[in-house]
């Protein structure tokens, strides 16, 4: 029986550039293997809707929901390799292992992301300097593609699987994943909160102090001008073991101050208070989602004043010395996973997320952007500043080795497009990125700076998908499928070749 | 694909010769634009337009005869045109003529092909577009409809007329395409001075094509279903339109 297909209007999480399409969810993957195979129209997969910009959307063609295909297929609890289907999510995942000691080696500031999202993105957490992306923990993938099904893995084929690593689900369906998974004795973060006065200190702190932390990551005011510029809430932690959350509370760190002693007998108290009732499960985890916006806000909601004073009081709410205090991991990882459709607070015109990566060494171009939106009064919500390590090979995974930072900006603010632009072309400049995942409103022209390999990845695609029928409107937005030509895109299933009278050429991005 | 910013990368111009057209072009060029299909009935004035758009940067200018009032050809023209594109991200509905009113009072034809020109013909051409762009499952209609059309004046009540009709059906296309990734915007400008007002008396608050282009860039990034240009006109207009008949009719114009 072949499921059911409903005209369905989707957006990203940034609730921008609607498009409407055939929605069908299968629920075998024998089905799936039929919707991919006898395709005659642009399909791609579509998971939990976590990707902010229009990734899985086809307009006009199919979309493939996958969240009906989320079993998990075997668990080794010897070497915490997991296999499990492609619309599973990382939440049901970590409701599942994290009693039992395991932790996922990668997670997003959100857990409503599906296997196959995390890895069609690459996706990277807190963790990245030490543990890189999400593919680096894949150790072989099922995908569903136009011309059959194929396991590949870094070893037998390892063109597909890096090209698939952040290929934005352009290389076909993940049907299933094999990982590994990392052992933690508890459900809890040691996790430490300190405050930066300005970028520099913020950046050196990082530098400093990074190698000592497994998760590490800085919330930016990006709000904050003149001295202030680029203030920032630093948090870091490790896992918690067993004897960190002794009945003391924790282990009595070195660095004492007498301000610390106070915070950290008050971290003691709120531990505590978890920690010491009888029958506590060091390993419990059932996070819960505390409220939900119920609607869309009103336009404007969020606005310069009221992203500036949110950020104060975020400022402010913060230790000035360094403090030491076990948080749950849903609270550490997961804090806007407690509120339900947050994405409705930003009005009915959305928002998208500016996320870019610099080199090390191109620090002055993360100083310039935030400069640049601060002078400009874009409004933003708290940024996120961390650093990564060394990237790994697939030529569209998003982190390479330097500094990335993230934005939530209210779309429909005046020149907002104007401004992420120049951004864009600096960020170019300095040997950096965007990140696709995030992406809504690139200029085409700069992705094959952005992104050198980009040729390679298409050629590898080509290989699954000759005819071009995997496509997403992020796809034919940025022209990822297309050869430098034009000969071959995602539309021509539906179009036919497009006919293209006073051809020019492609422009050189204008510098 | 028409970006989070509303900002179109490929456009159908109904009435490519449009100097606001040729504005909100040349502006959309700058930012995402870089494939069009400009359609009208003079094909060298088209051409022009056309090297135009390509000299600022678009990799495709297709010059298409097509005549608006032509209603029987407008849906096979609609699939030929997003043939041409691949995706059609902004039909422009920017056909129109202004007519001489003192002719049209008087002479049937004359009013008729104010009324055919401005209302029928892009009204119809909408509908062929408006089932294409739902196929498609995305897209925006912008239709430049005028103040003219808010509350009609009997200085220019025949054009007043075809636009208020042209307004109105907009408005109710706009509705029935809710749900479907089509929507459209309707562009409420002033007095333009353009080859159309040529040699006559600019209105109070009279503006210039490009500044309604800019204004329909704004509304398009903002995702607001009317633009009124210069912004000021939807408040003056909202007093004009209650306005007690015996003052209007006195109104200057």
């Keep these: 029986m072949s499921p059911t297909a409903e005209r369905r209007l989707l957006t990203g999480w940034g609730r921008t550039a609607p498009s409407a399409a055939q929605l069908v969810r299968p629920s075998s993957p024998a089905q799936l293997d039929a919707l991919v195979h006898g395709a005659t129209r642009p399909l791609v997969a579509r998971g939990l809707g976590r990707s902010y910009g229009d990734a899985a959307q086809a307009a006009g063609g199919t979309v493939i929901d996958v969240t009906g295909m989320s079993s998990v297929l075997g668990f080794n609890s010897t070497t915490g390799v997991l296999r499990v289907q492609g619309g599973a999510s990382l939440d049901s995942v970590m409701r599942m292992l994290v009693p039992r000691g395991w932790f996922v080696p990668v997670t997003p500031g959100t857990r409503f992301v599906t296997l196959g999202g995390a890895i069609a993105s690459d996706i990277h957490g807190k963790n990245h300097h030490v543990d890189g992306s999400f593919c680096s923990h894949v150790e072989s993938l099922v995908l569903a593609t136009p011309i059959g099904r194929v396991e590949v893995s870094p070893t037998n084929d390892p063109e597909l699987f890096w090209a698939t690593a952040g290929g934005m689900g352009l290389t076909g369906v993940v049907l299933e994943a094999t990982l590994r998974m990392i052992p933690v004795e508890t459900s809890w973060m040691l996790v430490d909160t300190e405050r930066a006065a300005d970028l520099d200190d913020c950046l050196d702190r990082m530098q400093k102090r990074d190698g000592e932390y497994r998760y590490s990551v800085a919330w930016v005011d990006c709000l904050a001008r003149g001295r202030n510029l680029g203030r920032a809430v630093i948090t870091r932690a490790n896992h918690a073991r067993i004897p960190d959350l002794s009945a003391a509370g924790h282990s009595a760190p070195e660095r004492a101050s007498s301000d610390r002693a106070a915070s950290d007998r008050a971290a003691t108290r709120i531990a505590s208070r978890h920690l010491g009732r009888a029958g506590f499960d060091p390993l419990a985890f059932d996070p819960r989602v505390a409220l939900n916006v119920p609607f869309v806000a009103p336009p404007g909601l969020l606005n310069t004043l009221s992203l500036s004073a949110f950020n104060e009081a975020w400022y402010r709410k913060a230790p000035r010395q360094v403090s030491t205090r076990p948080e749950p991991m849903a609270s550490f990882f997961h804090p806007l996973d407690g509120v339900g459709a947050w994405n409705r607070l930003y009005g009915p015109r959305g928002f998208l997320q500016y996320q870019l990566v610099v080199p090390f060494g191109a620090e002055d171009t993360i100083r310039a952007v935030i400069e640049q939106l601060a002078g400009r009064r874009v409004a933003s919500f708290l940024a996120v500043l961390k650093s990564f390590g060394p990237g790994n090979p697939g030529p569209l995974s998003f982190p390479i080795a330097g500094w990335t930072l993230a934005l939530d900006l209210p779309a429909g603010q005046a020149g907002l497009s104007e401004v992420l632009d120049d951004l864009d072309e600096q960020v170019a400049e300095a040997g950096g990125r965007v990140y696709l995942a995030k992406d809504s409103r690139l200029r085409p022209e700069l992705l094959a700076s952005m992104y050198p390999r980009l040729d390679e990845w298409r050629a590898v695609r080509r290989r699954v998908d000759p005819d071009g029928l995997i496509a997403s409107d992020l796809g034919r937005r940025l022209s990822l499928c297309e050869d430098p030509t034009g000969a071959r895109t995602g539309d021509s299933a539906t179009h036919g070749s497009q006919k293209r009278e006073g051809h020019l050429g492609r422009l050189e991005p204008a510098r | ?253």
């Design chain 2, 1 to 253: 694909m028409n970006d989070a910013t509303g900002m179109p990368q490929s456009a159908v111009v109904i009435g490519g010769t449009s100097e606001i057209a040729g504005a909100l072009l040349q502006a959309l060029v700058r930012r995402r634009l870089r494939r069009v299909v400009l359609a009208g009935r003079d094909e060298q004035a088209l051409a022009k337009v056309a090297a135009h758009l390509q000299a600022a940067g678009a990799e495709q200018a297709t010059v298409m005869a097509f005549d608006v009032t032509e209603v029987a050809g407008h849906a096979a023209f609609a699939g030929e045109a997003a043939r041409a594109l691949g995706q059609v991200d902004m039909v422009l509905v920017a056909a129109g003529i202004l007519g001489e009113q003192s002719e049209s009072e008087t002479d049937p034809e004359a009013a008729a092909r104010v009324l055919t020109t401005n209302q029928t013909g892009p009204a119809a051409a909408m509908v062929a577009f408006a089932a294409e762009l739902r196929r498609q499952g995305h897209g925006r209609i912008v239709v430049l409809s005028s103040v003219a059309g808010i509350r009609v004046r009997q200085a220019n009540f025949v054009y007043g007329a075809s636009k208020a009709g042209l307004d109105g059906f907009a408005q109710g296309l706009s509705d029935s395409l809710a749900g479907s990734g089509v929507s459209v915007t309707i562009v409420r400008p002033g007095f333009v001075r353009t080859r159309m007002t040529a040699g006559m008396d600019p209105a109070p608050l009279a503006t210039t094509a490009e500044a309604v282009a800019a204004d329909i860039v704004r509304a398009l990034e903002r995702g607001s279903p009317v633009v009124w240009s210069p912004p000021a006109m939807r408040w003056i207009f909202a007093v004009l339109r209650v306005l007690p008949r015996s003052l209007w009719r006195r109104l200057p114009g």
